[in-house]
């Protein structure tokens, strides 16, 4: 099995999401199974300077910076496509995802690669069978609440791909009792099998 984690805390030392996501991993992984680990805080680029619809720019046309953003897109593309358990690691920062996160799911969301539209203008996701697991951490707002804008739609992203098995390990609310809710955290990275 190949598993893909991913942290996008903007937080290196001392983030309760990477700790939590790192406990999960070890939980989960096989002896046999390969480790794909993006840091989303080391190298992200966000999508800008785009001429038309959609992540396409002519090769001629392109800058520095778009031949860039292609690279890094492509590889989080084939990252994705290659895994088969993802552990993508957020905090709530401001009610939503890190700004990394969304770049990230900017550059991956790529037609005919993540997704496809159908004839009849449906979209379809191309990344089935596929598990992820989704690492939330929060200090102040609760999970899947009205201020809660990260779970929902991470979900839908990646829904949207295609990846319809979705489990969550949330602490939230860390800074009204931290020690519970890391307690709670742990306790549901045991129960997974």
């Known amino acids: ?115 496809r539209f159908k004839p009849n203008g449906r979209r379809e996701g191309l990344l089935k069978n596929k598990r992820a697991y989704l690492v939330i951490t929060s200090g102040g707002t609760k999970l899947n609440s009205n201020e809660d804008f990260l779970t929902p739609w991470l979900k839908f992203i990646l829904n949207f791909f295609g990846i319809e098995k979705i489990d969550i390990i949330c602490a939230d609310q860390m800074a009204l009792d931290y020690e519970k809710s890391i307690k709670e955290a742990e306790e549901q990275i045991k129960r997974i099998s």
Do not use: C
């Open 1 to 115: 099995m190949k598993i893909y984690q991913i942290d996008s805390s903007a937080r290196k030392e001392g983030s309760t999401s990477r700790a939590l996501a790192k406990k999960l991993l070890n939980r989960i992984k096989k002896p046999d199974d390969h480790i794909i680990y993006r840091d989303l805080d080391d190298e992200m680029l966000f999508v800008s300077g785009l001429t038309e619809s959609g992540m396409k720019i002519e090769k001629k046309d392109q800058t520095e910076h778009h031949k860039k953003m292609f690279e890094l897109s492509d590889t989080l593309v084939k990252e994705l496509k290659e895994s088969d358990i993802i552990i993508i690691s957020a905090p709530i920062y401001n009610y939503g995802p890190p700004a990394t996160l969304k770049a990230w799911a900017d550059l991956a969301a790529r037609v005919d690669e993540t997704f």
